[in-house]
Nanobody, 121 residues
């Protein structure tokens, strides 16, 4: 069973920074895309950023220039550095990965439990 565990959420003031981390554990053969999604109260879950195993990156327009995604393939981790945070960034942030288990030939999508980020003065 593959699990994703996030950490790093919290309460910050507008303009401050947070760094989210996510670690995948279990019997993992490979991970294709890793990413971060977020869901604000009353809104649909949306993609924040994603990164492929080869380093190709996609950021949502709303976070470009402020958020940076990175990953360590050897450690099966993905991070999200969030700078210049705004009130509208308030949401629960979820780690996501396309994972192939060591006993499987298929990739499945795995989600973390979510970590809350609140930006308020």
């Amino acid at each position: 069973q593959v699990q994703l565990v996030e950490s790093g959420g919290g309460l910050v003031q507008p303009g401050e920074s947070l760094r989210l981390s996510c670690a995948a554990s279990g019997r993992i053969a490979s991970i294709a895309v890793m990413g971060w999604f977020r869901q604000a109260p009353g809104k649909q879950r949306e993609l924040v950023a994603q990164i492929s195993s080869g380093g190709e990156i996609l950021h949502a327009e709303s976070v470009k220039g402020r958020f940076t995604i990175s990953r360590d393939n050897a450690k099966n981790t993905v991070n999200l550095q969030m700078n210049s945070l705004k009130a509208e960034d308030t949401a629960v942030y979820y780690c996501n990965a396309d994972v192939r288990g060591s006993s499987s030939s298929n990739y499945v999508q795995v989600w973390g439990q979510g970590t809350p980020v609140t930006v308020a003065s």
